[in-house]
């Protein structure tokens, strides 16, 4: 038993400890259009806590990252029968360091960006959006991608 | 006992970040290959709570800069083969996987190049995209709209693969600077000299009329031909008046194991800087 709780303990510490030289892009949570009514375009700002989408990326400080986002125009209902336009403008997208000297930074997704890390070796990105459902628009399920890539030079 | 070694366990758990993030952390930052082992190894970990899809893949690129002076990779739509690409002779074993929560995965990657490779080195981009979960969408309320994305994240980083005795260099030219709001926006000219890519730092010092620095930028540059890099100086505070802007150019990186990094003189510049 004990052996199995020493092994258990091995893993998890193993597990806990950092890759050297690492870099990280991660998706935290996901953009949320909540309940979406036909007729009505719902939008979600950035800087919404709960609904906007967030990524988490790190890298190196005083290094530079290439951000690109490939964004759904449309999503299509599941089962096939229609699709439902979707769209980013140019302020949908805010960077923002993990730094308390850190600023937010306003950019465009549709565009891609370099960053240079000064201020922090890691920060966040948070993503609106907003659908534009027709007053006809078919009832059902809506799925799309949203893509981040990011590249390290 | 038990309850201690739960606490060291909920610790450990706790400690290990386990969280709802799709994405996995990738390392190293950059793969160099040689053509004596001809193989590596890029290890990845999946933080988070669910398991991540994850595909390895590779294509054909290398840094640019923009018309902003921001790096970029520039990908050709084709590969003809007057480029030095390893893109079409490097494997990943394996290309697809399912890494479980707080688990590690080593991809090897394993060069085969073509009989009678030139001396030189040979560029590659990996490109490591993870699926994650997507907001469920249900079909059991049929009288609403209900919308599900998916997430997925890329991370690309640079292969490199080197035959024979290799040498790198750089030249300068064109260094000027232009204030900008509170920053002084520094652009140079860097052209890649000898067989391999200069890959260093860029250092700037900003001195004023006494000769004593009043402000300072570090940062890493890739020259795998030509770039027209833009640094950032932060100048808030500054005096209005003549200052000296000094570029230095080395080798000197830390991020990357000395074995593999191509040495070569440091490279100076400066310019005469005008602040409003």
New interface residues.
Partial sequence: MRRC?CF??FA?????R????????????????G????GVQTTVAPTDPIRS?R??VR??L???V?VAFTLPTR?SR??GGGN?PISFSTTDAVAQGTAATSSPVTFNPNT???F?L?TSADFYINLGGR?S?AAN?A??????????????? | MPRQ?AL??LL??G???R????????????VYLDHRTRSGAI?L?N??ADPAEVTISTFYGY?VT?SAG????QVPDSVDPSMPSATGWIDAFPRKMTIPP???QTVRLLARPPQGLLDGEYWS?ISIS?L?G??P???AD?????????????????LIYRKGALTTGIAVSNLRATPRGDSLIARVHLERRGTAAFVGMARGTLLNTAGGPVATF???V?VYYDADPAF?LPVRGLAPGSYRLRLELDTDRT?IAPELLLRTATVRDSVEVVLP
């Fill in positions: 709780v258990l303990v998890l510490v193993t597990a806990a950092p890759l050297a030289g690492q870099s990280q892009v991660t998706g935290l949570r996901d953009l949320d259009f309940a979406v009514i036909r989408g990524f988490y890298h190196q005083n290094r530079q290439r999503l599941v089962g439902l891609a960006i370099t240079t000064v659908v459902p628009q009832t059902g399920d809506y799925s799309g991608t949203v893509t981040l890539t990011c590249t390290f030079f | 070694l060291a366990v450990l758990a400690l290990a970040g969280s709802a993030a799709q994405g996995v952390v990738v390392a190293p930052h950059a290890t970990y933080p988070g840094p923009d921001h790096f970029m990779l707080l688990t590690r981009r993870a994650g997507a907001v969408v249900t079909g049929t009288g609403r709209i209900a919308i599900g994305l998916t997430l997925e994240v890329r991370t690309i980083i640079p570090q940062q890493p890739a950032e991020d």
